[in-house]
């Protein structure tokens, strides 16, 4: 069987995992901010980072942790 391509050259599926991480690493950017600014501390940067790899993909779990 054959992978669905769309315009770009790209599967759907490899469309979705770079999507994902993208936004993984914009949450991750926005995390940093806000610890910088004092608005959430060390323990729950790294809580909400694990929550983050959990949301995006499975995938980025073994890359990311």
Same mark, same amino acid.
């Given at each position: $069987? !054959?992978? $669905? /391509? @769309?315009? +770009? +050259?790209?599967? /759907?599926? &490899? $469309? @979705?995992?770079?999507?994902? &991480?993208? =936004?993984?690493?914009?949450? %991750?950017?926005?995390? !940093?901010? /806000?610890? %910088? #600014? +004092?608005?959430? @501390?060390?323990?729950? #940067? &790294?809580?909400? $980072? =694990?929550? @983050?790899? &959990? !949301?995006?993909s499975?995938?980025?779990?073994?890359?990311?942790?």
């Amino acid at each position: $069987r !054959t992978k $669905r /391509m @769309n315009k +770009g +050259g790209w599967s /759907m599926a &490899e $469309r @979705n995992s770079m999507m994902n &991480e993208i =936004l993984y690493k914009q949450a %991750e950017y926005l995390l !940093t901010k /806000m610890q %910088e #600014r +004092g608005l959430i @501390n060390a323990e729950e #940067r &790294e809580k909400i $980072r =694990l929550l @983050n790899i &959990e !949301t995006f993909s499975q995938e980025l779990a073994k890359v990311y942790l």
